[in-house]
């Protein structure tokens, strides 16, 4: 089987690195345009892994952690944040939500796969 | 990375310009709702972002002061004054410059980054300065570097969870496995802590590890891999060689990391840990005096969802798509030619079906070139910029405002449309809108107004641009044509007549060649970008109060309604849009005048016949007299004209078959067509045809007398 990653991002540019990059190292790749959709999209792609954008129009990323940690799903799927805003209380914040860790933006493949590795032990 | 992947980026970034744009027109507009604000944010920020993956560095440098000063806007640091929003929008062209450069080469104007960066730090704390953004960041400490020849170390790790860490997520076995990677590891689990059964907190943390890894990697690649717990463990890590030092080390580590949520920073690496500058240190601004109302508490807006599904196509499929679709309504024409033909006594069931296959076969037609309708939004929010470059060279001020934006027109049509929108705008604001202070001697607001529309009008779009400035000077114009040979000296013009002479070759009223709209083009030039679409250029005019220029186009450029004709036994196509009437002429409504030019007399109004064979050379103006069919047509300067031809067949929808790179420039002829019978047709261009004409050439120096025939 294999990892199965969700990706929600508002940028058409970073999803397709992330898409690039996650497939040829051998993730399944699922992705969302926004906050929103990428809640309503996770019970149906039941994803291994959820990397989110911290900026987006609808749902932000802060949302996105806030709602799959909450009641309703309750999950603790492992959630990283992928964020240019690496000041210290951006990820701070980010973990008081329940975030499981983060990528910096602009990432490489490496760091990128590395930090997936941290969450879900897949050796990709 | 990968071409493609940086294609898209330039592609989105493309929209996010737009978005920008729009969102900073909606500002300038007075609009200042947090989400608009919000969404320029959010432009600005995902072009920072993508540009830092592809390295960038002058993008993303820009980018981040941009982002930066409007995050203080966002935040409601910094006030919406108009200063800042002009400054903001050249910013904003700077930065589509900033894209255009980033996938094109070349480079921008250094200078002009300058000031712009210097006017945007204007509005940053000092000690933003200190916070470099660094593009090239790529995750810092936690890239774990191969080191080859560093020799093996043994590290003593002790990682205690916090119960905290199991909200997020993190599960100690992946560190391990991560850990793993590095070298050889030993895991040994300490249970130590557990207490009884009885007395252990379900979301309590009671296990501990001992780890041993031997390994190559540094220090820091160790602490990377433990880079998401920080701070929701007990950890240290000691390596062998520094044994001595074990004990100091475990005490300030599990003072830097032992206790969650503590605010004081462990020592970590990372580049970007500088202090937050918007939060840490409030601003004064130099505009802080004028209190301006900047938040709405109209959140509804922010509960919108986002745009509709949409697919991103080729654009090549497209257009294979309609290139199968005009064969499809050609060979309709050419099935419905052939059942006509067949002897068959009751076809009435096939004329039937015939017909519903014609109507899908529209149906699929106006589908198509749906797909390919695009609203002309993007072009027009493009020119508020140039308005904008222009008045500031021109030391003017105008600003445009735009309607209909939402009219869908064919993406060929948009792309082509630029040029000559940015010619007739620079025009406007060049020589239509007058300086500041003269327009307060004339009574009108300082500010010039150039109101950019479109808008669909029986099957063709209309896009008119009109200015409240002084007008066209005719007088003036008149004189230049004179002087220039364009007209003789004591031509008789009406207005209009003299309006349109702008739009003749080797026109142009610029007194000295300004660096604007003076660049050796001239109107004519705009004239011919727009015939080549198949549209029509007008120019009206009142002297005082502006100009309006008013461009018409089809809806399409590959199929449309056509009258089909015959002319000396050619079969031949007339764009339906052109005519006005078609009538059967009799001898007592010819009128000769002059040697060969004659005239068609309808209810009392005298139009000069335009003799189609004879414009086409097909036919000696001299030989038959004029056949019977009169088509009248109006020009784009509202003249009319009667064009002759033998007969009308039908009216049908023809595809376009462009005529480019098969032969040269025909006069007259505009396109060919393939009719239902397989034949070629020649889609005649009434304009130039009438202009050959000998008939209104008399007719135009003559019209005053005619008129007194008329009368």
Known sequence: ?124 | MSGSIQDTFFEECEELLEAMDEGLTAIEGGDHDPEVVNAVFRAVHSIKGGAGAFGLDELVAFAHKFETVFDEVRSNKLELDTKLIQLLLRCSDHLADLVTVSRDGGSVDEEHNDVLIAGLEEYLDEEEEDLTFEPMGLGGPSVPLPLAAEEEKSYEIRFRPLKEMFGTGNEPFFLFQALSELGTLEVVLDETELPGFDAMAMDDSYLAWNLTLTTTEPKSAVEAVFEFVEGLCELSIASDKDAEEEAAALAALNAAFGVPGDSAEPETPAPFDAPAPAEATPMATPQATEKVETVKPESNKSEQRGPKPTLRVDLERVDRLINAVGELIINHSMLAQQIANLDVADLRDVETELEGFKNLARDIQEGVMSIRAQPVKPLFQRMARIVREASSATEKTAKLITEGENTEVDKTVIERLSDPLTHILRNAVDHGIEKPEDREAAGKNRTGEIRLSASHRSGSVCIEIKDNGAGINRPRVKQIAIEKGLIPENADLTDAEIDNLLFLPGFSTAKEVSNLSGRGVGMDVVKNAVTALGGRINVSSTPGKGSTFTIILPLTLAVMDGMVVSVADQTMVVPITSIIETMRGSDDMINSLGADGTLLSIRGNFVPICDVAGALGLRKPEGDKPPGVYLLVETETGQRSALAVDDIHDQRQVVIKSLDGVCGNIPGVAAATILGDGKIAMILDSESIIAASPTSATFDSDRRMSNAIAS
């Open chain 1, 1 to 124: 089987m294999k990892t199965k990653v969700l990706a929600i991002d508002d940028s058409r540019t970073i999803r397709n690195l992330l898409a690039a990059t996650l497939e040829e190292a051998g993730f399944e790749y699922h992705c969302a345009v926004d906050g929103r959709e990428g809640v309503d999209m996770y019970d149906d792609v039941a994803p291994d892994v959820v990397i989110t954008d911290i900026n987006m129009p609808n749902l932000d990323g802060f949302g996105v952690i806030e709602e799959l940690r909450g009641d309703g799903i309750n999950s603790k799927v492992p959630i990283l944040v992928l964020t240019t805003e690496s000041a210290p209380e951006m990820k701070a914040r980010a973990r008081d939500a329940g975030a499981t860790g983060w990528i910096t933006k602009p990432f490489d493949d490496q760091s990128l796969i590395f930090a997936l590795k941290r969450v879900t032990g897949a050796v990709a």
